[in-house]
């Protein structure tokens, strides 16, 4: 029996900065035992804890976590998920995350309902809607905010929406920042022969392609399936691969997960499939793990603890740049 396991929140260390405030972690592992066929399960987790990001983004997160091990899940560092949430009309303000620093990694932010709009330092901004996915480099250095677009902010309406972090190499930590608005229409669509269909975000899923670029090799599919519908997917047996239920009931490996939970697949085959025992949504990373240290504090994801401190260093003298007027 696959046992399921349940994540408590994360914390998000603040203030002065201390050796046992941070989180290091070495994501290397031994070889895993491959063979060429299904992958079987390795667990299944379920996060209980929700807690608000800003006061605009209620989500839970999967990881990190104790039961989800930075090797397990690199290159992704981060999972936020926030399930349908309703938000009242608001006549003035804003609802979001402030002006805020990053280093070393990229925001993704998949919605499917609700609009989010974001502007950073480096010039760029865009708001992102139903369908749509915003992929942040933050690269060497970055401020952002994001906060709900002003139209769904006065009007109310339901929010749904995700983030991941996704590491990046230590060659790449230094990147300039940029930012990718993918847009629906950009995303393409494959039909699955049992009905449903796969959106292609990042990596490739038959012959189409995902409009994201990535630095390091990484499958990100936005699947919806019938019941009794199926997802096959091949993957080189060395990636780690996840697969978010946000809707319905999946079937893997013989084991089952519903809504809200997260299975994790062993690195013990080059294929995995997906089976609906009802209407079903799921999100699917896979990806090539690093294998580097990671060094995480706070909106900083590193290699080493200098480089905590050079973050830090670099934020308070203005290295990061000036915040927009």
Sequence with gaps: ??????????????????????????????????????????SIHRS??????????HVSTYFPSAGLPAERVSPFVLM??????????????????????????????LAWEG????????????VIGPGDVQWMTAGRGIFHEEYHEDRFTRAGGRMHMMQL???????????????????????????LAGGGEVRVIAGAYEDARGPAHTFTPITMLDVRLPAGGKLPLALPANHNALAVVTKGNVGAGGESARTGELILFANDGDRLALSANEESHVVLLAGAPLDEPIVQYGPFVMNTFDEIRQAIADVETGKFGPLPG
């Design 165 to 191: 972090w996704v590491n990046l190499p230590s060659k790449d930590k230094a990147a300039a920042p940029a930012y990718q608005p993918i847009t629906a229409a950009d995303i393409p669509r494959v039909a």
């Design 115 to 126: 609009a989010v709009a974001h502007q950073d330092n480096a010039g760029h901004a865009g």
């Design 1 to 42: 029996m696959i046992p399921v396991i349940t994540l408590p929140a994360v914390f998000r260390p603040a203030g002065a900065i201390t050796l046992t405030s941070m989180k290091t972690q070495v994501a290397t592992r031994p070889a895993p035992q491959t063979t060429a066929g299904l992958r079987s399960v390795e």
């Design 48 to 57: 209980t804890g929700f807690h608000w990001v800003g006061d605009g983004f």
């Design 80 to 109: 936020d998920y926030g399930p349908p949430k309703e938000f009242a009309p608001l006549a003035r303000g804003k609802r979001g995350v402030g002006w805020h620093p990053h280093r070393g990694f990229e925001t993704v932010t």
